[in-house]
């Protein structure tokens, strides 16, 4: 069938292209005869009455409209599914609240995370301000980098050594999008456009111990509980227990949208996408029940959403993506602002193509500033194109003298889950912190697939055949040989 439709559509081009040739005629409506059926990607015929669709064709047409609209829903609402998937897991599998902070430390406890790095432990808490309202963040003095984002992943503060407390120490109070005028004296006051908010942070202090004394320093408490509040716990994944805080696949993607949205506001940006998603049984202030027509076209528009979100994440088409133009390094934050807005256009494809394999979004992480912030590249083919495949083995050269202030890691990732590798090795990264055996001249060999070269054991990770991977290269304190590109890596290699 669909031979047969590609036949009529070449032949209904030339038609028309011919026709072009005679005449121009503006607005002229494109000759079609009774009998033209085009078949949709949802799978239907289209059968035409003249210049009309058969009133036959016409569910079948509302099924496509509804389709196209819901595998674009699926990529709108990518961010926001992410960090409410993220929360349910905090809230219901590690029994944490609004005023308890998660301890990220081990790669287990991170296997759940998308694209986490394996080298520093991270600390989040997700905050419910409909139930808390005005929210404190008390911050210890310490060597911190942290931050606050909006369920949209746009971030909304800074706070350690680069907010305002200056990694002093400081009172932070969240203020909820209902409460614009709420600001009590002695408070960093932060804004909130969502109700639901991500607070996280790093202890940027090497010692473990130092770290742990900081982390239980921290206190998050309703404003309103001030006087007496209830003492904040720190809380680590449990053990065993599998989960994944990315977004779910099928209806269960549905589901989790429809739920968060009935909690945050709507934007104006956002205001058509509303009006799709009520076509498709998703409203504001209703039930989650979309009949059988609507269950159906969901979950084929999020297997549909979710293929285009990988090649819009894994095969990026943006403008000066790759770091060295003829290398297959790409940029990872291609967000240019917090507010995701450019000149005339939301950055819909940027955000989307960064929500689907990561999580969380910072200015430090996209620093044009020499020796401070990040920098990340991404990769996700080898030297001659072909995606990474776990099956093979790969090598990467890290030529001597990386540039980074403080130290670079390239982390392997599973490319359906877009998390750490779960391999049996239990090791998803290779560092500048790592006894790595280097070359006579300092560079360093690195080794990717299913079993360890001999004698290359520590400078290897382990790959599952059957499963393809990707890999984010981090420079922490990203130097000018970064920026100014005096320093090269090659790409990923397959040893045949």
Known sequence: ??????????????????????????????????????????GTQIKMDGELPSKESIP???????????????????????????????????????????????????????????????????????????????????????GLGDFWQREQAVIGEMGPDKGKGGKYILVPPTMKNFKPAGYFIVPCTTVNMFFGFRALDPDPKATETLVKQVKIYPYDKRANPTPTKVVSPPAGKKWYGIQPAGIAYWQRLHAILQNEPVEERDRFFMAWLRNLGIEK?????????????????????????????????????????????????????????????????????????????????????????????????????????????????????????????????????????????????????????????ESVDLYFGPKAPAGKEKNWVQTLPGKHWFTYMRFYGPTAAYFDKSWKMDDIKEVK
């Open 1 to 42: 069938m669909k031979n047969k439709s590609f036949i009529f559509l070449v032949a209904a081009f030339l038609i028309l292209a011919v026709g072009c040739k005679k005449k121009t005629v503006i607005n002229e409506p494109p000759s079609l005869d009774s009998t033209s059926v085009v078949v949709s990607e949802f």
């Open 60 to 146: 079948a047409l509302f099924d496509e409209m509804d389709f196209q609209q819901a595998t674009q829903c699926y990529l709108w609402g990518l961010p926001i599914v992410a960090f409410a998937e993220w929360q349910e897991q905090q809230y219901k599998t590690f029994n944490a609240t609004s005023n308890d902070l998660i301890f990220y430390n081990t790669y287990n406890d991170r296997l759940g995370i998308l694209t986490a790095n394996a080298t520093t432990p991270y600390i989040i808490s997700f905050i419910d301000l409909s139930k808390n309202g005005p929210t404190v963040i008390e911050m210890p003095a310490g060597h911190t980098a942290g």
């Open 285 to 441: 202030g209703k039930p989650f029940a979309p009949d059988q027509r609507q269950k159906k076209i969901l979950i084929a528009a999020a297997t549909k959403g979710q293929q285009m979100a990988m090649a819009n994440s894994f095969n990026k088409r943006f403008a000066d993506v790759k770091h060295w133009p003829d290398k297959k390094w790409d940029y990872v934050m291609i967000i240019k602002d917090p507010s995701q807005h450019a000149d005339y256009y939301d950055e819909f494809f940027e955000r989307t193509s960064y929500f689907y394999e990561a999580v969380t979004y910072s200015k430090a992480m996209i620093t044009k500033i020499p020796n401070v912030g990040q920098a990340y590249l991404g990769s996700y083919y080898d030297s001659e194109g072909n995606w990474l495949d776990g099956g093979k083995n790969y090598t990467l050269n890290i030529p001597a003298n990386p540039p980074a202030v403080n130290f670079w890691s390239i982390t392997i990732y599973d490319s359906a889950t877009r998390c750490l590798i779960d391999n049996p090795q239990k090791n998803a990264d290779l560092s500048s912190r790592k006894d790595l055996i280097k070359n006579s001249d």
